[in-house]
């Protein structure tokens, strides 16, 4: 019997594409940009998509692109590090106040978000700083400082970047707080976000480096956002420890937001609780090197989760749909990897055209959070179906917990 999950593409003159899409609509222009990064003569065996995939910046939103000898910046982005935690408490449903308004207050006040201190009026240490409290910021940062100045050394340009200012931060766009429910009625804390804005300032240099290394070298490239660093060079040298920074800064990032989460709950919730009780802190926009077919190779996720044998990973759909914990199946055929949430299928564009401030009410029924025409972009109906998602991935991943937001925090 086939047990075989995915549908395989053959590119001409190209390494071959693996889909786990099956009952996925996926977007022609996002199967001509696969096409493109297949082209590429670096590719290691093939290129894994997860059934999230969706158009992105050179290379498609949910995409596992495996490389030896180069990397391709535009591939892992500009929000570097980008990922989810998760962590369970004692709480049951029970615990939860009646009125989740004061609750998701003190989250917004807790954990800052959104538009920057000059504009949504916070007072902090300093100019550009708007954290509360500060004591677990400076301590994160004391932890990155030292290997950030000799990264500055050599590019001093990131010197002057939001990075210090922006730890502890959760930014705008599809990041998110949620407090959500399991299956047991168990409460967790889950939130989304990466490496903010000296992330976006070091991807955006190795890009452009990575550009005028093309024009350089007279190398034609299906598009210009493939543009590749060489091992070997000083380029792809310093924009590997600065990824590698960047991704720490951004798991520290999402530690500290916890931190300032669960004391902003303490506040409103007075029933001692723990937390951690079971934790995931995971990235998926990112690269490492990793070993796979007996080859030390180059692993860029863009938009997807590691999944090795009985690794945790996070799932999340939209803020009106249900998010999972799971457990990887290491699908060596996926590099160890699964999908990063539900994907979109439609531009923020198109979901403001399409939907209202009253429909993003009525699909988030239920759930205590914004609902004015600024979040109309991140309507459920903006992304695709999370249990046909899950179901096009059934072997990658086994699902160990099912949660439903009743909080949920967008910046």
Known sequence: MDNVNYDVIATEDGSPIKMWTRGVPVEESAKQQLGNTARMPFIYKHIAVMPDVHLGKGSTIGSVIPTLGAIIPAAVGVDIGCGMMAAKTTLTASDLPDNLGPLRSAIEKAVPHGMSPKTRGYRGRDEGSWHTPPSAVDLAWATLKDEFDVICEKTPKLKNTNNYRHLGTLGGGNHFIEVCLDESNGVWFMLHSGSRGVGNAIGSHFIELAKQDMRTHFINLPDQDLAYLNEGTSHYDNYVEAVSWAQRFARTNRDVMMHNLIAAVRTVITKPFETHVEAVNCHHNYVQRERHFGEDVLITRKGAVSARPGELGIIPGSMGAKSYIVRGKGNAESFHSC????????????????????????????????KDDNVVDEIPMAYKDIDAVMHAQRDLVEVVHTLKQVVCVKG
């Open 339 to 370: 999908s990063h949430g539900a994907g979109r299928v439609m531009s923020r564009t198109e979901a403001k055209r399409r939907f209202t401030a009253d429909d993003h009410a009525l699909a988030t029924t239920g759930v205590e959070c914004r």
